[in-house]
């Protein structure tokens, strides 16, 4: 059994050479690890490494580079199907990430398993707090096979509703039922392991999107029964531009290839092409070598250090954060404080989500603002975006600390409507042509630009 | 944000998809109008630091207009707009 490192988060920060970055002349509080995460130094040696020692295009065994290359291609697909417990690690196919994984099943197992003769449409089943990654595809497919997506609707609590998706899933018997794992804008973790049970129950195949679940959790695709389960590299600590799609071999071999090209033909001619076998059937073009094997450096790195105690220490902080958010004035948090992987989505009274967002930029803080592609849970919500605080075991409780406080600075200064924008104002001296300029008496520019209208004479 | 508050809120005739600027990540209203060789602008956006900078940008709009990322370099903006929200700059500008 592999050991592991007893967990630190003072000396893991050190592993992340970015978190040493000031922003805007302060130290970097990094608090949008749901959009993507930091990498770590092994990570980011790993890929400079394979460019200067193992460079060569994989599956190409006529020369010792290549087969290098290969190998240690091959061995991080064998570290991918150890992290998720697939049982074959064939089943593990490289995509682009999250988006393209859903792609290639909604395009492939949807040619093939909607296009029947059935007089009633086929049914999609999602839940309403999907992100756009794990609607539109289905959509998409949906509309050229006369199928339909149907959302599952939420709670009061922003949960899905489990009453309606069982009613929902006698009423249409969907094929499919896609899923997220976490809900990207909540961070809301969904009863996935039952709602797979109740799917198969009804005859659906499940494809589980677990974007934001592996950063934060192990996953054990054997113990949840989906049929497919997805993720993105760079949600988990490795790169950008790579992700897995892990499904299920007796359905990965009954579906047609979705893109062709290289690497995924066994032998083609003009009167008939062979394709490979799993998981190269799926992987046309040459594969991004340097980042899959970069992703099996990042599941090394992830593996390696005690993870109980790492999902304690990101529960402890975002308790904090939590609690923190909720007990300042005109603060709404949307997230709920159960099952949550570590984000506070929330709004403020009367303020844009964006200009907080600018604002806390200022003070080096990094979060989300807007609909998060989930604008279907936004619409449920009432609202067209909310900031999102999400964290990470590197992040400490100072920063938390230090975010509540520059929150509460930023809802001052943006309630206070005549407050000084000295940038603003000290700039516009700069332009040369000043008589076109607002003044800074305010008084007098009200006069002249009343109510929304800005008149220049033309 | 000071510049913000020159722009009131707007009557609801404004506020329709019809003048609504695509690309901007708050949104962004804006209608011109010309009538006897006057330019005039409506425009409104639900986020204050938006609002200022769409008075900035119909104030000195024939310098923004010739390069915006110039303009915006000039009056210390660049490093506040994120590539989206340049984006959105550049369909205001569109839009004067």
Redesign the interface.
């Known amino acids: 059994m592999k050991s592991t490192t007893p967990f630190n988060s003072t000396k893991i920060r050190r592993d992340f050479p970015i978190l040493s970055l000031r922003v805007?002349g302060k130290s970097l509080i990094y608090f949008d690890n749901a959009a993507t995460t930091q990498k770590p130094r092994a990570v980011i040696d790993k890929l400079s490494q394979f460019y200067k020692v193992a460079n060569a295009n994989v599956h190409r065994g006529s020369h010792s580079l290549s087969n290098t290359a290969t190998s240690q291609f091959e061995l991080a697909r064998k570290t991918v199907a150890a992290f998720i417990n697939a049982p074959n690690v064939h089943e593990v196919i490289w995509c682009k990430g999250t988006t393209e994984a859903i792609n290639l099943v909604a395009n492939s197992l949807g040619s093939y398993l909607l296009n029947n003769s059935d007089q009633q449409p086929a049914t999609i089943l999602v839940s309403t707090s999907e992100h756009h990654a794990n609607i539109v595809p289905w959509q998409l497919i949906a509309a050229a096979t006369h199928s339909q997506v149907i959302a599952i609707p939420l709670t009061k609590d922003m949960q899905i509703d489990q009453a309606e998706y069982c009613r929902l899933l006698t009423l249409h018997r969907p094929k499919i039922v896609a899923l997220a794992h976490v809900s990207n804008a909540l961070g809301h973790i969904n009863p996935i392991r039952q709602m797979i049970v109740k799917a198969k129950e009804h005859g659906a195949i499940t494809l589980i999107d677990g974007a934001q679940a592996v950063g934060h959790f192990s996953v054990d695709v054997q113990q949840l029964d989906c049929d497919f389960y997805c993720f993105s590299a760079h949600k988990c600590f490795g790169p950008t531009g790579i992700g897995v799609l892990w499904g299920k071999q007796a359905l990965l071999n009954k579906m047609p290839p979705w893109q062709g090209g290289g690497e995924m033909i066994e032998q083609v001619s003009f009167s008939g092409t062979r394709f490979n076998q799993l998981p190269f059937k799926f992987e046309a073009g040459t594969p991004p070598i340097a980042d899959a094997i970069a992703l099996g450096t990042a599941i090394d790195y992830l593996t390696g250090m005690d993870r109980a105690a790492a999902e304690e220490h990101e529960q402890r902080l975002f308790h904090r954060l939590y609690n923190g958010c909720t007990a300042i004035s005109g603060v709404q948090v949307l997230s709920s404080p159960d099952n949550n992987v570590g984000i506070v989505s929330f709004t403020v009274s009367g303020?844009?989500h964006?200009?907080i967002a600018?604002l806390l930029?200022?003070n080096g803080i990094a979060v989300r603002s807007?609909h998060h592609c989930a604008m279907p849970l936004m619409q449920a919500l009432g609202i067209?975006g909310t900031l999102r605080a999400s964290i990470s075991f590197y992040n400490t409780e100072q920063e938390v600390d230090f975010f509540l406080s520059a929150l509460q600075e930023v809802i001052a200064?943006?309630n206070n409507?005549?407050?000084?924008?000295t940038?603003?104002?000290e700039?516009?001296a700069?332009?040369?042509?000043k008589d076109?300029?607002?003044t800074?008496n305010?008084q007098r520019?009200?006069q002249q630009?009343?109510?929304?209208?800005?008149?220049?004479?033309? | 944000m000071s510049l913000a508050t020159l722009l009131e809120r707007p009557n609801p005739q404004l506020l329709i998809d019809q003048h609504k600027l695509q690309q901007c990540e708050s949104a962004v209203w804006l209608r011109k109008t010309v009538l006897n060789q006057q330019t005039s602008y409506q425009a409104w956006s639900e986020a204050k630091i938006m609002r200022g900078l769409l008075v900035m940008l119909i104030s000195c709009r024939e310098q923004a207009q010739q390069d915006s990322d110039l303009f915006l370099s000039h009056v210390k903006l660049s490093q506040f707009l994120s590539p989206s929200r340049t984006n959105g700059v550049k369909a205001i500008l569109d839009a004067l």
């Open positions: 805007q303020l844009h964006q200009d600018i930029d200022q807007g067209d200064v943006l409507d005549f407050i000084e924008d940038v603003i104002i700039d516009k700069t332009i040369e042509d076109t300029l607002v800074e305010t520019d009200k630009y009343p109510a929304s209208d800005v008149v220049i004479g033309t």
